[in-house]
């Protein structure tokens, strides 16, 4: 159900749009579409190596390039979207949290 009008949702509203525009001009992508080349990327690898050889095993530096030149062929900046997407991946307030949990701050002995 829409939110019922008033003029702060409205200036908040056009605020977003701009802020949008910019962004679009700069070729930045929003974090949404970071999200969905990430996991596109690592869908695409998964499956490759799930069918492929041993020997064709991928790194997380090539989901991280696959999901850079997906950014790129939908015409986002290339710059931009690498400087995006390592601020969404690395610069996050939970991420040592995150690592205890996924077992990302233990190596391997």
Known sequence: MPRPKSPINE???LRTERWRERRRI????EASVIDRAVAASLAAFLTADLHGDEQDRFTLRDVVMGAQKLLV?????????????????TRRSDLAKLSDIT?????PQ
């Open 11 to 13: 200036r908040n509203r």
């Open 26 to 29: 700069c070729g930045r992508p």
């Open 73 to 89: 062929d939908q015409g986002f900046d290339k710059r931009a979207s690498n400087m995006e997407l390592m601020r969404r991946m």
């Open 103 to 107: 077992g990302a701050s233990h190596k």
